[in-house]
């Protein structure tokens, strides 16, 4: 009787231990599917990125005009980079640079 509730146990630990061991493996799986999709985005990312340079720049130009046109003052600036999770937009407003007179 003994050896039977034993023999159990070890059945019941042995099929516990294999759903685990199934459970690990499809997370490595998927975990595998994530990066791999993850650095397709990424180069997606960075493709469309330079794909609309000429629409980027306009933008930072449309930013930057609109600031200084708000601010007599101050100049702005739009930042537009590629990261690895998603495009990043950073809008600073600043101090203007002060140009010297011509001498003319």
């Known amino acids: ?49 330079v794909a609309n340079d000429g629409n980027i720049r306009a933008a930072i130009a449309l930013v930057d005009r609109t600031i200084s046109e708000l601010y007599d003052d101050r100049q702005g600036n739009l930042l537009i980079e590629p990261r690895e999770d998603g495009p990043h937009f950073n809008v600073s407003i600043g101090a203007a640079v002060t140009r010297a007179a011509s001498t003319r």
């Open 1 to 49: 009787m003994r050896l039977n509730v034993r023999l159990n146990a070890d059945s019941s630990r042995l099929e516990s231990l294999r759903e685990k061991l199934k459970n690990a493996n499809l997370l490595e799986d998927r975990q595998a599917d994530i990066k791999r999709e993850n650095a397709e985005l990424e180069l997606r990312l960075g493709r469309d990125h």
